[in-house]
């Protein structure tokens, strides 16, 4: 794993929490930042609530013993250490019913996972869950619920969207680059679903240099991310023009914890 040097002082020995509800939701959503906050010295934590096993297969070798949760779990593991992610808790609630399924329980585990490691800041889905995915927007209620849960302990909760278009502008460019696709779709969902209706975000982080770390957590999850995927088809310097930047926004709950995610932001500037 390469590093980048960060010059953002006071975040060695800090914790972040993210958590989301599949094996690449976290490459996919904001690999760029965890990344930049692990060289920055942050411990970094993950939960996933589930293995992923309804999601598709780019190829069915991979996938040998039909049991794709567990081989989408390793690929989780491996990617998490392209990112310098320091703990990976995946649990085993049903993909593909995260929003309905074990709602106590799922908010217990993200309750006892904060009081565990005491993370100064969480990271999640916002209301749209990227791209209106059920399973995102239960993971968005289930965290929500439990920050709120902990009172005057609460760490501060940030939401991780994504600019509506930029979808678009990675299809567009594995176009470009000779790519002819049986379809312009990332799993089957529409470039455009990406960041629609997304509420503003409050900051964004920089993350053009650890954007080839994004790509290369983003790879590891190989049964998703098959040649017919737009990823596959962008090299870095695509990436850093369309991926170099993630966005954010801080949940309005009272926290007594300071602005730990904040130190690496950006102003919003209009396009």
């Not at 390469?2 to 690999?31: N, Q, W, Y």
């Not at 790519?179 to 779709?185: N, T």
Request: with cysteine; hydrophobic share 40%; charged share 25%.
């Amino acid at each position: 794993m390469t590093t980048v040097e960060t010059d953002t002082p006071g975040l060695a020995g800090r914790t972040i929490l993210a958590v989301f509800a599949h094996p690449d939701d976290e490459s996919v959503a904001c690999g760029g930042t965890l990344a930049r906050l692990a060289d920055a010295g942050v411990r970094v934590v993950l939960l996933c609530a589930s293995r992923g096993e309804s999601g598709s297969t780019s190829d069915p070798s991979l996938v040998s013993d039909g049991d794709l949760g567990r081989v989408r779990a390793q690929e989780l593991r491996d990617a998490a250490a392209v990112l310098g992610i320091s703990d990976v808790l995946i649990f085993e609630h049903p993909d593909g019913d995260l929003r309905w399924a074990d709602v106590p329980e799922l908010h217990d585990e993200i309750v006892a996972t904060i009081r565990r490691y005491r993370p100064d800041g969480v990271i999640t889905f916002a209301e749209d869950g990227l791209y209106w995915h059920l399973d995102h927007i239960g993971i968005h209620e289930r965290t929500y619920t439990a920050v709120l849960s902990l009172g005057a302990d609460a760490p501060p909760l940030y939401y991780v969207t994504m600019p509506k278009g930029v979808m678009r502008e990675v299809v567009e460019a594995a176009i470009a680059s000779g790519w002819a696709p049986e379809d312009s779709s990332f799993w089957g969902i529409e470039p455009d679903a990406f960041g629609d209706e997304a509420k503003p975000p409050t900051f964004v982080v920089d993350v053009r240099d650890w954007v080839a770390r994004k790509l290369a957590a983003l790879r590891c999850h190989q049964t998703q991310m098959g040649a017919r995927n737009p990823f596959a088809q962008i090299d870095e310097t695509v990436a850093r023009r369309c991926l170099g930047i993630e966005q954010f926004r801080r949940a309005p709950i009272e926290t007594a914890g300071d602005s730990v995610l904040e130190r690496l932001a950006e102003p919003v500037t209009s396009s």
